[in-house]
T-cell receptor, first 113, second 116 residues
């Protein structure tokens, strides 16, 4: 069975602070990893994804994530957050050849101006 | 405009009644999904379908049923057997190409179901 853990449930930061949201997964085979974001009142949308190659992937709005296979982690980072980054962030795992994705429980980020 | 539509946005039902949530996509995607989103629990997979006339149970399928008679449509029925149906329901789709990188999911706006 596969699983995704997001240990930070609610994060509050001031504008310009650096951000790192943790994501750990459990699965022994090849994985594809995603970060999705849900801005208030908007659809869930893709932030970035890792399939293969360079373990440091860049997404929209200055976000990046690093896949560390030995740590089963895919942490999301941003050097300087803005008020508009206030949203809920979900890490997700897609494994094997099946179109089944497992989501983490989400992290609510609140950025204070 | 390509995308996923879900209707209605808000739905109220009396306990014991079945209710069907609509999901339509015009993205020509093969795979479609239903998730339930509850506070603090993230998204949990109810059912998914990789092709017309075929669907698989997800992690929390009990009390739900689906059909996939058309590629564009994947309605979800919340039956009276679902013990805690009040939740936010999200529909998603993705291109089902196992050899490509096009399997990100595209989400609809969701339906908030309240059972009174």
């Amino acid at each position: 069975a596969q699983s995704v853990s997001q240990h930070n449930h609610h994060v509050i930061l001031s504008e310009a602070a650096s951000l790192e949201l943790g994501c750990n997964y459990s699965y022994g085979g090849t994985v594809n990893l995603f970060w999705y974001v849900q801005y208030p009142g908007q659809h869930l949308q893709l932030l970035l994804k890792y399939f293969s190659g360079d373990p440091l992937v860049k997404g929209i709005k200055g976000f990046e994530a690093e896949f560390i296979k030995s740590k089963f982690s895919f942490n999301l980072r941003k050097p300087s957050v803005q008020w508009s980054d206030t949203a809920e962030y979900f890490c997700a795992l897609h494994s094997g050849g099946y179109q089944k994705v497992t989501f983490g429980t989400g992290t609510k980020l609140q950025v204070i101006p | 405009d390509g995308g996923i539509t879900q209707s209605p946005k808000y739905l109220f039902r009396k306990e014991g009644q079945n209710v069907t949530l609509s999901c339509e996509q015009n993205l020509n995607h093969d795979a479609m999904y239903w998730y339930r989103q509850d506070p603090g629990q993230g998204l949990r997979l109810i059912y998914y379908s990789q092709i017309v006339n075929d669907f698989q149970k997800g992690d929390i399928a009990e009390g739900y049923s689906v059909s996939r008679e058309k590629k564009e449509s994947f309605p979800l029925t919340v039956t009276s057997a679902q013990k805690n149906p009040t939740a936010f329901y999200l529909c998603a789709s993705s291109i089902d190409r196992l050899s490509s990188s096009y399997n990100e999911q595209f989400f609809g706006p969701g339906t908030r179901l309240t059972v009174l």
